[in-house]
């Protein structure tokens, strides 16, 4: 894959009007759907305006995220990531998670881990917040900071995790509608109540010297594909995702756009729609704030076409195995990001 450093052109993603979505005329809905089909066949990115979650939400969430990521090194680390791909929660600091875009051999990630440059990103890693009560439904509840060290964090969590939800389903709604599944509620009912497998990610990309970007020797985040069904991606106006163009080879500025909202296609929804659906190759290169809400259905549901895709499409961004379920292709991405090798004992000295 070739690889430009030189400045380019912006990519021409679309913006969708999500009142069009909701509230539009028979003919403003039946262009918004083609719009929204159209280009998630050809970028797997949009941005979504006049979407559900109020500004003043989005900009309190990003207000929360500043002021935990300034806290003390040894504060955030209270809460520290396990490095486990299936107690995917807590504080990830600067170096303990590694993107390795279909890597699977665990000695050939390890071999990246001790001679590449650490990605420059911090992360707190959250699921559902209303599920620490029930070991079956999710036996790794949230690591969040006491509520007398954070105060406040834990109730805006999940006023903020039941807005994400909401405009999720959605837009799994229109999906639903664009492939002509009489059911609307049917990709929002792989999402169990009470026990939504869904994921949060609340990500900050630190400055660096810029010479090792340039030279494509460093990132604040390698090149990958997100991994679960649909992402909902808040990012502030400084900017720095970028999406790969296939056919020019080269990867081009997502630019910030304000009172907006990517929303993009991951790997399980691509394998769902047999291809129809492009899960894009991106990465971040700018230093900046950025909040993710990963849609995931049930783990233990199989990932399998969807009615209405039938007829295979053009992509296909990593190889899955037969009959594998959600926690399966999420456990295979996230153990090669966060499981390390152990490295052997001494060796003893010979008698």
């Not at 028979?26 to 089909?37: I, T």
């Not at 999406?243 to 909202?261: F, M, N």
């Not at 199989?302 to 009615?307: A, F, H, K, M, Y």
């Not at 959600?326 to 004992?345: F, H, I, L, S």
Request: with cysteine; charged share 25%.
């Amino acid at each position: 894959m070739t690889v430009s450093t030189q400045t380019v052109e912006p990519a021409n993603i679309p913006v969708v009007d999500f009142n069009l979505l909701s509230s539009g005329t028979p003919q403003e809905r039946n262009a918004a759907l083609k719009q929204l089909d159209d280009a998630f066949q050809t970028f797997g990115f949009i941005y979504l305006s006049n979407h559900s979650i109020p500004q003043e939400m989005v900009a309190e969430a990003f207000a929360w995220s500043k002021r935990f990521f300034d806290l003390p090194h040894h504060v955030k680390q209270l809460i520290a990531h396990p490095g486990s791909a299936t107690d995917h929660r807590g504080f990830a600091e600067v170096g303990l998670g590694l993107v390795s875009q279909g890597i699977w051999d665990a000695e050939k990630v390890e071999n990246i881990r001790n001679t590449a440059k650490p990605e420059q990103k911090e992360i707190l890693e959250m699921g559902n917040p209303y599920t620490t009560d029930d070991p079956t439904a999710n036996p790794y509840p949230n690591r969040l900071l006491p509520e007398d060290i954070f105060p406040g964090f834990r109730g805006f969590i999940e006023k903020w995790w039941d807005h994400c939800v909401r405009q999720e389903h959605q837009l799994m709604g229109y999906l639903c509608e664009i492939l002509e599944i009489k059911d609307r509620e049917f990709l929002s009912k792989q999402q169990t109540p009470g026990r939504n497998c869904s994921h949060m990610s609340w990500l900050h990309y630190l400055s660096m010297p810029t010479s090792p970007l340039r030279n494509r020797e460093a990132r604040r985040l390698n090149a990958h594909t997100d991994f679960g069904q649909l992402t909902i991606l808040f990012q502030d106006m400084v900017g720095g995702l970028e999406i790969h163009d296939d056919e020019a080879g080269i990867y081009r500025p997502v630019l910030p756009k304000a009172g907006t909202v990517i929303v993009h296609i991951g790997d399980m929804l691509e394998k769902q729609s047999n291809g129809r659906w492009k899960s894009a190759l991106h990465h971040v290169t700018g230093p900046r704030y950025a909040i993710a809400f990963y849609a995931h259905p049930d783990y233990e549901m199989l990932v399998e076409s969807l009615p209405g895709c039938e007829k295979k499409g053009k992509w296909e961004s990593l190889e899955w195995e037969d009959n594998m379920t959600a926690g399966d292709w999420m456990n295979k991405r996230v153990t090669p990001e966060y499981e390390r090798q152990e490295k052997p004992g001494p060796v003893a000295a010979s008698s």
